[in-house]
């Protein structure tokens, strides 16, 4: 045999045990398993903020069906749910658990404290026992935290500028909600400030939505404000048709909320909420303890209005108003 091809098969043969050793690192890469604690029933139901949170991971690299499994679990607002959820995340080890709610953070808190949690919306992260502090966590949880009860009087006062004559304000909370009586405090207080009489009107299912905008137009109220409760985003459809069956402006802190017939919301941009909390989760699955990544508080806030909504309504929003919209539906 000649010298060349000799040292041509020899050089092969050694290169064999790294390519085997190659295709053995390619196929056994680690694929991280992440857990999502939703709070509605379904996927359809998410969608505006699942769609969201998976191209988030996509853009940090975290591809569904190549390096990463996404466990979505959907609770339907059931509490016995979100603590049989939490626990079966828990139970298969996934690598990190994103919380969406504050209910669903205190669960999957209770059922581990090794798996890393992140939350993203959550009003009181350290009152609630989630976290010791903003800026040093601690323990296996971090995440993002709301702001929705410190902006009720620049809600109320933006609901005035787009309804004039406003001087009686109705406050629809989900009462099973663990933040309603903080919220009715805070808008109370804001009402009271503003000279607008304001009052709860309490739900606590999806069918005592209809009925409490019937009783709310009956008290002759001007307008209405969305107060605490996830369950009241999960109904956003039918809380627009009867806010406009009702001729009531109604007013929320989600802008995802508007396009189904409310007036106007101002809050937290939510979608970026989803973004920087995948960023969080990126963090995790890199090495980095929850411990140390300090929770993030809102840095940017979104007013959103519906100019079909005002018209169907009789209302002319004001130029000055209209001008600060960070989006308009038309």
Request: glycine residues 6%.
């Amino acid at each position: 045999m000649e010298r060349r091809a000799f040292i041509g098969i020899a050089a092969a043969g050694a290169a064999w045990p790294l390519l085997a050793r190659a295709q053995q690192n390619v196929t056994s890469a680690k694929i991280n398993r992440v857990g999502v604690l939703w709070h509605a029933s379904n996927a359809d139901e998410e969608k505006v903020y699942l769609d969201v949170l998976t191209k988030a991971f996509s853009d940090l690299g975290h591809v569904e069906g190549k390096n990463i499994e996404f466990l979505h679990r959907f609770p339907a607002e059931q509490p016995e749910q979100f603590r049989k959820l939490a626990r079966e995340l828990a139970a298969d080890k996934v690598d990190a658990i994103v919380a969406v709610t504050a209910l669903g953070a205190k669960e999957a808190k209770q059922a581990t404290s090794t798996i890393p949690i992140v939350f993203v919306i959550v009003s009181d992260p350290v009152g609630g026992g989630l976290v010791e502090s903003l800026a040093r966590p601690g323990g296996n949880a971090t995440g993002l935290s709301l702001m929705a009860v410190d902006l009720s009087g620049k809600r109320l006062a933006l609901l005035k500028e787009a309804v004039p004559h406003l001087s009686r304000v109705a406050l629809l909370v989900d009462n099973t909600d663990q933040f309603a009586q903080r919220a009715v405090k805070a808008n109370q207080a804001a009402a009271e400030a503003l000279g607008i009489s304001l009052w709860p009107a309490e739900v606590s299912t999806p069918d005592d939505i209809e009925p409490a905008f019937s009783k709310i137009a009956h008290t002759r109220a001007d307008g209405v404000i969305l107060g605490a409760g996830s369950m009241l985003f999960n109904e956003r459809t039918r809380i627009g048709s009867s806010a406009l069956a009702h001729r009531l402006p109604a007013l929320s802190f989600i802008a995802e909320m508007v396009p189904h017939g409310l007036l106007l919301s101002y809050g937290q941009d939510f979608p970026d909420f989803f973004r920087r909390a995948a960023a969080d989760v990126d963090k995790v699955l890199r090495g980095e303890k929850p411990a140390d990544i300090p929770v993030e508080q809102p840095t940017r806030f979104k007013l959103a209005l519906n100019l079909k909504t005002a018209k169907a309504l009789g209302l002319s929003i004001s130029p000055s108003l209209l001008a600060t919209a960070d989006e308009v539906i038309e």
